[in-house]
């Protein structure tokens, strides 16, 4: 396998944007990833455009990419559409990375762009349930989702098991939501950028207990875009050099045993790696919820067992911390435009290896690590990504 360099980034605001539709915030996030790397658009070789549920949302089911990026240059080569849920935008990434480092292409575009917002909410909730396997919306009675995404009741559900099991509290997710707000008021690119305290998390209106308002990652529209190429490419088109040292992408177990799939994506990517979780100075994790950030804090190895929340009330996890997780707001703040989300993370943990994120830079930072779920499928997420980068070969 080749050397694989994140050469070009480049996002849109994320946010709600009723009138503002797939194509244009693709091209925007385009055209900044363009401007970063220095490369054409004609030396694109190949596509992945990650999207999600917009096909459910605009009524453009089907070739959405090469519908969203019609006007652009990257035209008349391959795009391929990457619909994995949540982790879409990560599945594509992983599938630009394979493309350059086996040699297939020099250059590749790894692109997400999602309209969620619709006049009638009851389409963007409709459209967030297709994420669940059939099976278990059944279960849960969730067919007709009232008020919310069916997944803040499977987050809800998961939340209260690990309360039961840790000793964790709906504070401590009030923490988790107070530490994002901090750093996305940091980051031009997110959603919400207002600090919040602990009260006001804790007060907000009740989605699904023990998750309220604040601790639910909202509903978002827009696009981020990553171009990847080989080593030899980046050295003579003079880019920055951040590695892609490992890129793995795993689904469900066949009988839902066993370690969960972010368990196994980051073991995966440590493994190939050669780092484990000590090594990681910085982390973009799918706090989907607040509760599933701290839960993640074990599966990814930098807490143990029901040790998560002792990370986060000392301060490691925010930014200035030893390990910050989520320095650019995460889903909670940044926002989760889905199909974009995996990409966005790519942004920020490049931002910190390049040593240009500014207020939230991660001094020092070497080695990052991303976690991007999808889906749900019996007990589990139906997949998970785990990507580490680094700016050493
Ligand atoms: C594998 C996975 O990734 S699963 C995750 C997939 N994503 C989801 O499931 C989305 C979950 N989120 C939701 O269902 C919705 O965002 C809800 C139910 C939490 C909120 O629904 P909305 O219709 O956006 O909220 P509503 O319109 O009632 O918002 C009221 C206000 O709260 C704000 N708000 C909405 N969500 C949030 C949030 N998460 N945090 C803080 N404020 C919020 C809105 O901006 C709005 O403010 P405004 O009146 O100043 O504009």
């Excluded at 990257?74 to 493309?99: E, K, Q, Y």
């Excluded at 007709?144 to 709906?170: C, K, L």
């Excluded at 602990?198 to 604040?214: F, Q, W, Y």
């Excluded at 080593?231 to 003079?238: D, K, S, T, W």
Aim: glycine residues 10%; hydrophobic residues 45%.
């Amino acid at each position: 396998m080749r050397q694989v360099v994140v050469a070009g980034i480049g996002q849109t605001v994320f946010g709600k944007f009723l009138h503002r539709g797939v194509r244009s915030l693709a091209e925007e996030a385009l055209s900044s990833a363009i401007a970063d790397s220095g490369i054409g658009y004609e030396q694109i070789d190949v596509t992945y455009f990650a999207n999600a549920l917009s096909g459910l949302v605009t009524g453009q089911e089907t070739i959405r990419g090469q519908v969203a990026l019609r006007n652009t240059g990257v035209m008349g080569r391959p795009i391929i559409n990457v619909d994995n849920a949540c982790a879409s935008g990560s599945t594509a990434f992983h599938l630009a990375w394979l493309s350059v480092a086996s040699g297939q292409a020099d250059v590749a575009l790894a692109i997400g762009a999602e309209k969620l917002t619709h006049e009638d909410k009851s389409v963007t909730f409709g459209a967030f349930a297709s994420g669940v396997d059939v099976e278990e919306r059944a279960r849960l009675q969730m067919e007709a989702p009232q008020g919310h995404s069916v997944f803040m009741d499977i987050y809800a559900e998961r939340a209260r098991r690990y309360m039961e099991f840790s000793g964790a509290t709906p504070k401590d997710f009030a923490l988790v939501c107070v530490k994002s707000r901090q750093a996305a008021s940091m980051n031009e690119w997110a959603q919400f950028r207002s600090p919040v305290t602990v009260d006001e998390v804790l007060g907000s209106r009740m989605i699904s207990a023990p998750l309220t308002l604040n601790m639910c990652s909202p509903i978002a529209d827009g696009a981020a875009a990553a171009i990847l190429v080989s080593e030899e490419f980046a050295q003579r088109a003079g880019a920055p050099h951040v590695y892609v040292k490992a890129c793995a992408l795993v689904s469900a177990n066949k009988d839902g045993l066993g370690p969960t799939c972010a368990e196994r994506a980051a073991k995966a990517a440590y493994d190939t790696a050669g780092l484990g979780p000590e090594d990681i100075h910085v982390a973009e994790v799918h706090d989907a919820s607040a509760a599933a950030e701290i839960m993640l804090y074990e599966r990814l190895g930098f807490a143990a067992p029901g040790r998560g929340v002792s990370l986060l009330r000392a301060g490691d996890t925010s930014v200035g911390g030893r390990l910050p997780v989520n320095p650019g707001g995460g889903l909670l703040s940044r926002g989760h435009p889905v199909g974009a989300t995996g990409i966005a993370q790519i942004i920020e943990l490049t931002t910190h290896l390049r040593g240009t994120a500014g207020a939230r830079q991660r001094e020092g930072a070497k080695a990052a690590l991303a976690e991007c779920s999808g889906g749900q499928l019996g007990a589990d997420s139906a997949l998970a990504a785990a990507t580490i980068l680094t700016n050493f070969k």
